[in-house]
């Protein structure tokens, strides 16, 4: 199995306060992403990073930032959680652009918005 | 704007059947096609990559198949067994590099 983490794995907070994910892996990857998971909606990717830095928006980056400081870690923040984002959150990694190569996932964040 | 769908939602069959799982896609210019399987409260696993120039690709029990220019692709579980109830999920590498999923047929085998 590719060497991703995700902490923390489960969560509840409270409307208005901020919540930071954080996403580990030990693979050397360029590429790490962050997608959320809804029923009936598939995954969807919020940001994506393609260097250390050098991050990009996804199709639902509205109320998300990211950070990429290490080539390791990857950080997702709700500066102002809301119910609507209520959600599994997971994170992936590639060698190559996501589109190109396989992704490799975490285990997943679950995240209640109270 | 790229739209995957997998019709059915859900699947229920007797173990030992052989199965076909559907994914359709509304823009044939894509990269390649991927299918993840997911367990319930983990993680995604791929399962297999066609890329745009294939037809299929094979692994072991499963055959995954793509028709372009129909915006089909299927995944073929031949023999099923118990442990292959799970939520499979197909997505598509478009010309922005991203992944645009469907939302999953929910499998179950029933012994």
């Known amino acids: 199995d590719a060497g991703i983490t995700q902490s923390p794995r489960h969560k509840v907070t409270e409307t208005g306060t901020p919540v930071t994910l954080r996403c580990h892996q030990t693979e050397n990857h360029r590429y790490m992403y962050w997608y959320r998971q809804d029923p009936g909606h598939g995954l969807r990717l919020i940001h994506y990073s393609y260097g250390v830095k050098d991050t990009d928006k996804g199709e639902v980056s509205d109320g998300y930032s990211v950070s990429r400081s290490k080539t390791e870690d990857f950080l997702l923040t709700l500066e102002s959680a809301t119910s609507s984002q209520t959600s599994v959150y997971f994170c992936?990694?590639?060698?190559?652009?996501?589109?190109?190569?396989?992704?490799?996932f975490g285990p997943g964040t679950r995240l209640t918005v109270l | 704007k790229q739209e995957v769908t997998q019709i059915p939602a859900a699947l229920s069959v007797p173990e030992g059947e052989n199965l076909v799982l559907n994914c359709s896609f509304t823009d044939s210019a894509i990269y390649n096609l991927q299918w993840f399987r997911q367990d319930p409260g983990k993680g995604l696993t791929s399962l297999l990559l066609i890329q745009s120039s294939q037809r299929e690709q094979t692994s072991g029990r499963l055959n995954a198949s793509l028709d372009k220019s129909s915006g089909r692709s299927t995944l073929y579980i031949a023999a099923s067994q118990p442990g292959d109830s799970a939520t499979y999920l197909c997505a598509v590498g478009g010309r922005n590099y991203q992944l645009i999923w469907g939302a999953g047929t929910k499998l179950i085998i029933k012994p």
């Open positions: 992936a990694i590639s060698s190559q652009a996501g589109a190109i190569n396989e992704q490799f």
